[in-house]
T-cell receptor
């Protein structure tokens, strides 16, 4: 079975540019999560979806960040405009609907560098 | 108080010994507890989950949960160099998981 797929794996961009990260969850999973990981802050939840509907976006750092899930097999995280402090590894994860047993499967991550 | 707290380490353990990793959490209503392993440059992967007080064993790994003390631990028996990684403790809150910052474990050959 294919796991969670993310693209691109690496992204280097300049400050002010728009960045779009992509994720394909595991087929049949109802929950999709976007995380950001840095040395200083660890693994932070940005937003999560249930059945394509955003449930909690309280972790999104500011209005420059937005996320969409137009269908069950695709989600995007967009940063516009990007800033150097957005440099981090961004992970997408998915899980089944059993909320009490929320075992999440992570994609390989996108390493974002904003110059 | 942080929701999930772990000692950042590094924790150095001789090969073949038992590695003990600890975690405390603040939300008393949490019901699900997880240990993820993350190798450098890789994504986290689930290695253990536990939902009831007591011990749960899976191969060389044992997870221990004490809800009264809000404490979760992971024991790794017969530690191998391949166990060297960062171990993330995670606790559910509603439908999401809150992660600790992780403990770096280094197994000494």
């Amino acid at each position: 079975d294919a796991g969670v797929i993310q693209s691109p794996r690496h992204e280097v961009t300049e400050m002010g540019q728009e960045v779009t990260l992509r994720c394909k969850p595991i087929s049949g999973h109802d929950y999709l999560f976007w995380y950001r990981q840095t040395m200083m802050r660890g693994l932070e939840l940005l937003i999560y979806f249930n059945n394509n509907v955003p449930i909690d976006d309280s972790g999104m750092p500011e209005d420059r960040f937005s996320a969409k899930m137009p269908n069950a097999s695709f989600s995007t995280l967009k940063i516009q405009p990007s800033e150097p402090r957005d440099s981090a590894v961004y992970f997408c994860a998915s899980s089944l609907v059993t909320s009490s047993y929320n075992e999440q499967f992570f994609g390989p991550g996108t390493r974002l560098t904003v110059l | 108080q942080k929701e999930v707290e772990q000692n950042s380490g590094p924790l150095s353990v001789p090969e073949g010994a038992i590695a003990s990793l600890n975690c405390t959490y603040s939300d008393r209503v949490s019901q699900s507890f997880f240990w993820y392993r993350q190798y450098s440059g890789k994504s986290p992967e689930l290695i253990m989950s536990i939902y009831s007080n007591g011990d749960k064993e899976d191969g060389r790994f044992t997870a221990q949960l004490n809800k009264a003390s809000q404490y979760v631990s992971l024991l790794i028996r017969d530690s191998q160099p391949s166990d060297s990684a960062t171990y993330l403790c995670a606790v559910n809150r509603d439908d999401k998981i809150i992660f600790g910052k992780g403990t770096r474990l280094h197994i000494l050959p």
